[in-house]
């Protein structure tokens, strides 16, 4: 293969395909990779990526739990769970981080820049759009996924509202560091905890990812550590800011959809089952694994019948981190080829998904092509930096170069590590990538 065609081969992989939908791009999505292979996945078996199991049951009771008693119960066993007075129920994490934006912005009305790492999920511009304010990128490092600390700190000025530190696939990254630039700066530090609900700092176990800043957010969407496809959480350390949340809050409309959720619910308990998942990963336009740049997206109070389901499943939780952490343990002591770089702790942690990266390009592509044909339930995460996405370019008139976003983009593989992965699953894995390794 001459290096023009490889370059060529590799690019069908990577570049992001955008419908010609006026409001939402796809931008990622394991569903988009699988469409672009030639090769066919087996049938009756394909892992998800995350996620866990939810009994069919608490479909059936989102029929009956729809009362405000009901949400308020599940809300305030969440609070005591997480420890924090302030914390606000929502439609999404996006929601979330919008309603914080929001609230904060009345306190620094002179401040309109939110900085956001050049790599990470495009829902975060998003809400920063949303809120009215200014999405400002920073580069990522390569060790944790967080920033590169040189880059955020020339980022930072007397417009900066806030900065969003993102604990990407559960991976937790240096709060502290960032928070001392941004008190440095008079800046506000947010954690994007959505895929980190119940983790916590590897040394400091009693601190949760999220609450360490000065507000941070959590989504229970599809693949989170909690999947019930509705709902964000918003924790504000803050008082005064929680005080306006509250009174922004109030002005939501209630989302009333209870019976429509409790049927997609009881639809996405069905077919996670691996024997059964590949059915809805054959509708492309169901678009599983992707996420969807929407600039303008609902922000409402989240569902009381999701919030009965979000309170009986916090019970399962830490069973479930604790398969994650061993799950994600295994990968770290197996997968020891030189061409994979490991991404965070390498200790038994309970990642969301298991970050890998594989810098040859092309390896990679063979890799995640093979273990995404034979229903691995391996993702290539984000496929480029945010600048580069279409219907984001504009917005940031960025067209600086992210070297290190690129460099993940190019090289993330995330592999499962949630409850439904047993031990024939992660040898499967090992021998796809050492059989594809061994033959390049």
Known sequence: MTGASSSRSCRLFCDIRVPDEPQAAIVTGNAL??????LKKPLF????????????RLSLGCFGNRSQEHCERAIEGITRYLGIRNVFYLSSGRAALWLYLKALSVFRRERNEVIVPA??????????????LTPVLCDNNLEDLGYDLQALESKLGHKTLAAIVVHLYGVPVDVAAVQELCRNHGASLVEDAAQAFGNSFPDEQDVKLGLKGDAGFYSFGRGKPISILHGGLLAVASDEVGHEARRIM??????????????????????SNPRLYWIPQMIPFLNLGGTVFEPEFATSRGLHAAAAVLGTMLSGLEKEKEIRGMNAKWYADNLTAGCIRHIGSRGEYPYLRYPLMIVDTCLRMRILE???AEGSGATGSYPTPLNELPKLREVLADDREYENAKKIAASIVTLPVHSGVDVTDRENIKRIIQQVIHAN
């Open 45 to 56: 078996y394909s892992l998800p990526p995350a996620g866990h199991k939810i009994p069919l």
């Open 370 to 372: 093979k273990l995404i």
């Open 33 to 38: 990779l699988s469409r672009s292979s030639s």
């Open 250 to 271: 109030r002005e939501l409309n209630a989302n009333t959809a209870n019976v429509r959720y409790g049927l997609s619910l009881g639809t996405y308990a069905l077919f």
């Open 119 to 132: 790599y990470t999920c495009p829902s975060v511009v998003s809400a920063v759009l949303k809120a009215g």
